[in-house]
Nanobody, 126 residues
Framework: QVHLVESGGGFVQPGGSLRLSCAAT?????????????MAWYRQAPGNEREQVAF???????TYESSLKGRSTISMDKTKNMVFLQMNNLKPEDTAIYYC???????????????WGQGTQVTVSS
């Protein structure tokens, strides 16, 4: 079982920046039995559907979606199974819960499955 834990959300004024982090960890105290195929950030504002913000594969392919395109940068630390989202020039419409996503390959079974974090709130307001 893999857990995704997000951090870095909070309250920021318009024009400000935030850096979100997400770490993928195993619940059991064993050597890592998984590898990350891809990670991503999604967001969901009240009354809206969840939308993808940015996506990165373990080989470095990156795509950006949503209105944060051009104002955000996704990166991955494969050695730590972490993904980051740097967001700049934030706007009130960026207010949402931001979710971390990972496509994880379990080495013991050879099967890949998606995982989601619990989400971190980002509020942009003056």
């Amino acid at each position: 079982q893999v857990h995704l834990v997000e951090s870095g959300g909070g309250f920021v004024q318009p024009g400000g920046s935030l850096r979100l982090s997400c770490a993928a960890t195993e619940s059991a105290a064993t050597e890592s039995s998984f590898t990350i195929g891809a990670m991503a950030w999604y967001r969901q504002a009240p009354g809206n559907e969840r939308e993808q913000v940015a996506f990165i594969t373990s080989t470095g392919t990156i795509t950006y979606e949503s209105s944060l395109k051009g104002r955000s940068t996704i990166s991955m630390d494969k050695t730590k199974n972490m993904v980051f989202l740097q967001m700049n020039n934030l706007k009130p419409e960026d207010t949402a819960i931001y979710y971390c996503y990972a496509n994880v390959l379990h080495l013991t079974t050879g099967r890949a499955r998606p995982y989601w974090g619990q989400g971190t709130q980002v509020t942009v307001s003056s």
